[in-house]
């Protein structure tokens, strides 16, 4: 794990020095010196200048040089002193996070790294750190989607650790086509043994592939194992986007196996999707009334909270979220502070459409207060970030056209 450098580093904007030139230049040429690993001319030159102690970015770089200096403990202080000054300095995320990890405290490192991410979604060595971290932890779905995360945004593409993780994942994605290619062999002889057998090489050759997971449980309900169905449609439901028919298989097989609380949540969230007066509504909400009783037990209720809890802990969000909304779905109210929880762990799921959303309100006010370098710099933030050709993008795009068009008018023309 390295320290973060001092790129983009004022905040979800992304747009740098907003301070004096007087302040920029100063900051730089401590920064320098760092770079030329004269920490403690970087150390002493930062820490006298009032300017840089006050800015969060100042208080990276000091924790930085204390970090070079060996004292971990100094570095950790000003690491959080940046934070408050700036709760959306991620670099001061990620160091935390670096450091809680050298000392094996994986789980605060990962919510450390996660902030960052929610601040910073393309950092390629937030996501690649959140990658190992999740592997050690043995949750391969989630280091999965970190290091494809690394590979679409890392831009050193000659680096030895990209080119090392690229060929891993060009291999493996080899090998899951090999499969797939045998499983269709199979299908002909309607051989389902096998080819579950071959799903089952598949994720766990690359755990990413959501309709494998699908496929599973569709065999095992078959064989009338439910509760390996039960599993694959939950981790269907958990990690990947889901339908409608997911969410009544785990209704279904929830009330099979007696998980009388989960049929009931999970048929109220298929509720929500089923057109009203159809055979399917009635059935379900026929359903909902049968299990109606676990509304009344507030014993069995306090066990989703509970687990959310436990599973927020070891940053299994999407779990966490999952049974903090069973838990509002169970009580039947509104829950302002639990909802608030439920809202920041979704982002910490998926960061990039609430980055993507916040950057894009932000464009008009830059383009109005002639800030056109940095509106180019968010603007190149959102094309990375956004869908191809979302409204984002297209928008991102036509303004990011406009700006360098005026900025080459100036430099050519003086106007």
């Known amino acids: 794990m390295v320290d973060s450098s001092l790129d983009n580093i004022s905040g979800l904007s992304?747009?740098?020095?907003?301070?004096?030139?007087?302040?920029?230049?100063?900051?730089?040429?401590?920064?320098?010196?760092?770079?030329l690993a004269h920490y403690n001319d970087a150390l002493n030159l930062a820490e006298n200048d009032s300017f840089i102690v006050a800015s969060s970015y100042g208080q990276v770089l000091i924790?930085?040089?204390?970090?070079?200096?060996?004292?971990?403990?100094?570095?950790?202080?000003?690491?959080?002193?940046?934070?408050?000054?700036?709760?959306?300095?991620?670099?001061?995320?990620?160091?935390?996070?670096?450091?809680?990890?050298?000392?094996?405290?994986?789980?605060?490192?990962?919510?450390?790294?996660?902030?960052?991410?929610?601040?910073?979604?393309?950092?390629?060595?937030?996501?690649?750190?959140?990658?190992?971290?999740?592997?050690?932890?043995?949750?391969?779905?989630?280091?999965?989607?970190?290091?494809?995360?690394y590979l679409r945004y890392e831009k050193k593409s000659t680096s030895n650790e990209y080119l090392t993780v690229k060929h891993t994942f060009a291999n493996l994605t080899a090998k899951v086509d090999f499969y797939t290619r045998?499983?269709?062999?199979?299908?002909?002889?309607?051989?389902?043994?096998?080819i579950a057998a071959l799903y089952l090489k598949m994720i766990s050759t690359y755990a990413n592939l959501p309709a494998i997971y699908c496929n599973l449980a569709e065999i095992f309900y078959f064989d009338k194992n439910y509760e390996k169905s039960y599993e694959f449609y939950k981790v269907a439901?958990?990690?990947?986007?889901?339908?409608?028919?997911?969410?009544?298989?785990?209704?279904?097989?929830?009330?099979?196996?007696?998980?009388?609380?989960?049929?009931?949540?999970?048929?109220?969230?298929?509720?929500a999707f089923l057109p009203e007066g159809t055979s399917h509504f009635s059935k379900v909400q026929s359903q909902l009334n049968v299990?109606?009783?676990?509304?009344?037990?507030?014993?069995?209720?306090?066990?989703?909270?509970?687990?959310?809890?436990?599973?927020?802990?070891?940053?299994?969000?999407?779990?966490?979220v999952d049974e903090y909304e069973n838990y509002i779905i169970l009580t039947e109210s509104e829950n302002p502070d639990i909802q608030q929880i439920i809202d920041k762990y979704k982002?910490?799921?998926?960061?990039?459409?609430?980055?993507?959303?916040?950057?894009?309100?932000?464009?008009?006010?830059?383009?109005?207060?002639?800030?056109?370098?940095?509106?180019v710099e968010l603007c190149d933030r959102i094309i990375t970030l956004a869908k191809d050709h979302s409204k984002e993008v297209v928008y991102a795009m036509k303004c990011k056209a406009e700006c360098k068009r005026?900025?080459?008018?100036?430099?050519?023309?003086?106007?």
Not at 93 to 113: E, H, K, R
Not at 135 to 149: H, M, N, Q, V
Not at 251 to 259: E, I, K, P, R, T
């Open 14 to 35: 992304g747009v740098k020095f907003d301070d004096s030139d007087n302040m920029s230049q100063k900051f730089k040429r401590a920064y320098e010196l760092y770079e």
């Open 63 to 149: 924790g930085n040089c204390y970090k070079q200096l060996g004292d971990n403990q100094s570095a950790m202080s000003h690491w959080k002193k940046a934070i408050d000054i700036s709760p959306l300095e991620h670099s001061a995320y990620l160091n935390i996070g670096n450091y809680l990890y050298s000392t094996n405290n994986v789980s605060d490192a990962i919510l450390n790294w996660t902030i960052a991410s929610t601040i910073m979604p393309e950092n390629s060595t937030v996501n690649l750190n959140l990658a190992q971290a999740y592997d050690k932890k043995g949750s391969r779905i989630k280091a999965t989607k970190y290091f494809e995360k």
């Open 182 to 194: 045998k499983v269709e062999e199979f299908k002909l002889q309607k051989d389902l043994k096998t």
């Open 237 to 271: 439901y958990l990690y990947f986007p889901y339908t409608t028919k997911v969410l009544l298989e785990l209704g279904n097989l929830a009330f099979l196996l007696g998980l009388r609380s989960y049929s009931y949540v999970y048929y109220s969230r298929a509720l």
């Open 291 to 320: 299990l109606s009783g676990v509304l009344r037990d507030p014993e069995l209720i306090e066990t989703h909270l509970q687990k959310a809890r436990e599973a927020a802990a070891d940053n299994d969000y999407e779990t966490a």
């Open 347 to 375: 982002i910490f799921i998926n960061p990039e459409p609430f980055v993507t959303n916040v950057l894009y309100t932000q464009i008009p006010d830059l383009m109005n207060r002639k800030k056109l370098s940095a509106c």
């Open 406 to 415: 005026i900025i080459i008018a100036r430099e050519q023309f003086g106007v």
